[in-house]
């Protein structure tokens, strides 16, 4: 890789990592959280539903995939980075999540990346019911980038995570 590649392809990063940083320092709470599995890639689903700044309630969200990198080793301080961000919806009083959003995949020995699409849909049963935003619920997830992976996980109602 010639020099100017390699500057380039860093300062990319340094923008995207920057950027990052930056939206966590917004502050918003969160009114219920859901944690899931997908089994199928061995990977962690965290979601934070409902942000709110100044409503009672609000249908936004964001959401992360961890997964295990076998690009990356664990001493890459961009192994501890997600591998997929996005933003979601929630419609019926959050009983159905609808998420969009990009996950990075690594090659070559993490020098190189690219972004390609990822979609979260999440169906809280309880909450599609009693149509109670605040309800813990399961979760039930369909994660679709590089394949279709079926997910399951738990919504609870508190406020357990501040961004």
């Known amino acids: 890789m010639s020099p100017c590649l390699f500057f380039i ?20 709470y969160s009114q219920s959280s859901t944690v899931g599995y997908i089994p199928s890639t061995k990977s962690i689903v965290l979601c934070t539903d409902n942000i709110n700044l100044t409503t009672e309630y609000s249908p936004f969200g964001l959401y992360t995939i961890w997964g295990g990198s076998e690009e990356l080793t664990p001493s890459d301080y961009r192994y501890a980075i997600p591998d997929t961000w996005g933003v979601n919806v929630g419609l019926f009083q959050n009983g159905l999540n609808i998420g969009a959003g990009g996950t990075i995949l690594w090659s070559n020995g993490g020098d190189d990346y690219r972004i390609i699409p990822n979609v979260l ?9 009693t149509q109670d935003n605040r309800q813990t619920d399961i979760s039930l997830m369909l994660n679709i980038s ?15 995570n501040a961004l």
Request: hydrophobic content about 50%; glycine content about 6%; charged content about 20%.
């Open 9 to 28: 392809k860093k300062n990319k990063m340094k923008k995207i990592i920057i950027a990052l940083l930056l939206l966590m320092s917004i502050k918003g």
């Open 146 to 160: 590089q394949g279709v992976h079926f997910c399951i996980g738990l919504s609870f109602s508190r406020l357990l």
């Open 121 to 129: 849909i999440r169906f809280h049963p309880l909450k599609t019911i």
